[in-house]
Protein backbone atom coordinates (compact mmCIF):
# COMPACT_ATOMS: atom_id res chain seq x y z
CA UNK A 1 0.00 0.00 0.00
CA UNK A 2 0.93 3.49 -1.13
CA UNK A 3 1.92 5.84 1.71
CA UNK A 4 -0.71 8.95 1.68
CA UNK A 5 -1.06 11.61 -0.48
CA UNK A 6 -1.21 14.41 1.93
CA UNK A 7 2.07 16.30 3.06
CA UNK A 8 3.31 15.35 6.28
CA UNK A 9 5.73 17.49 8.13
CA UNK A 10 7.64 16.44 11.18
CA UNK A 11 8.05 19.19 14.41
CA UNK A 12 10.62 16.61 16.76
CA UNK A 13 7.57 14.08 17.94
CA UNK A 14 4.95 16.18 16.35
CA UNK A 15 3.50 15.17 13.16
CA UNK A 16 1.92 17.73 10.84
CA UNK A 17 -0.43 16.33 7.96
CA UNK A 18 -1.03 19.79 5.99
CA UNK A 19 -5.41 19.42 4.59
CA UNK A 20 -6.63 20.09 1.16
CA UNK A 21 -8.66 23.13 0.49
CA UNK A 22 -11.85 21.33 0.43
CA UNK A 23 -12.79 17.92 2.13
CA UNK A 24 -15.94 16.21 0.88
CA UNK A 25 -17.30 12.71 0.30
CA UNK A 26 -15.54 12.48 -2.76
CA UNK A 27 -11.55 12.66 -0.65
CA UNK A 28 -12.92 11.79 2.41
CA UNK A 29 -12.79 8.29 2.49
CA UNK A 30 -8.60 8.52 1.04
CA UNK A 31 -8.49 11.60 4.24
CA UNK A 32 -8.89 9.14 6.73
CA UNK A 33 -6.65 6.89 5.49
CA UNK A 34 -3.62 9.25 5.25
CA UNK A 35 -4.38 10.53 8.56
CA UNK A 36 -4.25 7.16 9.97
CA UNK A 37 -1.33 6.27 7.81
CA UNK A 38 0.47 9.70 9.54
CA UNK A 39 -0.81 8.24 12.91
CA UNK A 40 1.00 4.44 12.24
CA UNK A 41 4.19 6.72 12.03
CA UNK A 42 4.05 7.03 16.19
CA UNK A 43 4.17 10.77 16.53
CA UNK A 44 3.73 11.80 20.00
CA UNK A 45 0.60 14.16 18.54
CA UNK A 46 -0.52 14.31 14.97
CA UNK A 47 -1.58 17.89 13.95
CA UNK A 48 -4.52 18.19 11.72
CA UNK A 49 -2.80 21.75 9.69
CA UNK A 50 -6.92 22.28 8.10
CA UNK A 51 -5.57 26.13 7.62
CA UNK A 52 -5.96 26.36 3.91
CA UNK A 53 -9.24 24.30 3.97
CA UNK A 54 -12.13 26.41 3.16
CA UNK A 55 -14.60 23.41 2.46
CA UNK A 56 -15.75 20.60 4.90
CA UNK A 57 -18.09 18.44 5.13
CA UNK A 58 -19.05 15.55 7.43
CA UNK A 59 -16.81 13.30 5.82
CA UNK A 60 -14.30 15.58 7.25
CA UNK A 61 -15.29 15.26 10.39
CA UNK A 62 -15.65 11.61 10.78
CA UNK A 63 -11.95 11.19 8.89
CA UNK A 64 -10.85 13.26 11.84
CA UNK A 65 -13.10 11.72 14.61
CA UNK A 66 -12.25 8.36 13.75
CA UNK A 67 -8.27 9.29 13.58
CA UNK A 68 -9.13 11.11 16.83
CA UNK A 69 -10.22 7.36 18.54
CA UNK A 70 -7.63 5.99 17.30
CA UNK A 71 -5.33 8.24 18.31
CA UNK A 72 -6.42 8.03 21.59
CA UNK A 73 -5.97 4.33 22.37
CA UNK A 74 -2.70 4.72 20.83
CA UNK A 75 -1.92 7.60 23.30
CA UNK A 76 -1.36 10.06 20.86
CA UNK A 77 -2.63 13.53 21.15
CA UNK A 78 -4.92 15.10 18.03
CA UNK A 79 -4.87 19.05 17.39
CA UNK A 80 -6.61 20.53 14.68
CA UNK A 81 -5.54 23.84 13.31
CA UNK A 82 -8.88 25.60 11.93
CA UNK A 83 -8.71 29.23 10.17
CA UNK A 84 -12.10 29.15 8.13
CA UNK A 85 -15.14 30.27 10.09
CA UNK A 86 -17.43 27.98 7.93
CA UNK A 87 -15.00 24.92 8.78
CA UNK A 88 -14.97 26.02 12.52
CA UNK A 89 -18.71 26.49 12.65
CA UNK A 90 -19.27 22.71 10.89
CA UNK A 91 -16.68 21.37 13.79
CA UNK A 92 -18.75 23.34 16.29
CA UNK A 93 -22.07 22.69 15.40
CA UNK A 94 -21.59 18.71 15.24
CA UNK A 95 -20.37 19.17 18.78
CA UNK A 96 -16.59 17.93 17.28
CA UNK A 97 -14.52 20.89 18.76
CA UNK A 98 -15.33 19.41 22.32
CA UNK A 99 -13.88 16.18 21.76
CA UNK A 100 -10.30 17.04 20.01
CA UNK A 101 -8.29 19.81 20.81
CA UNK A 102 -8.61 22.84 18.30
CA UNK A 103 -5.92 26.16 17.48
CA UNK A 104 -6.67 28.72 15.65
CA UNK A 105 -2.60 28.77 14.51
CA UNK A 106 -0.20 26.11 13.55
CA UNK A 107 2.45 27.82 15.60
CA UNK A 108 0.49 27.04 19.02
CA UNK A 109 -1.00 23.91 18.04
CA UNK A 110 2.98 23.16 17.43
CA UNK A 111 3.44 24.39 21.05
CA UNK A 112 4.07 21.65 23.90
CA UNK A 113 0.73 20.50 25.80
CA UNK A 114 0.19 22.68 29.15
CA UNK A 115 1.12 19.83 31.32
CA UNK A 116 3.94 19.44 29.12
CA UNK A 117 4.98 22.93 29.83
CA UNK A 118 4.65 23.58 33.40
Do not use: K, Y
Request: aromatic share 2%; charged share 15%; proline share 5%.
Amino acid sequence: MQSGHLPVQWHGQLAVVTMPEEIDMSNGAAIQEDLLSALGQRPAALVVDMTSTTFCDSAGVRAVMITGRQAAAAGCGLRLVIGSPGVMRVFSITGADQVVEVHDHLASALDPAPEESA
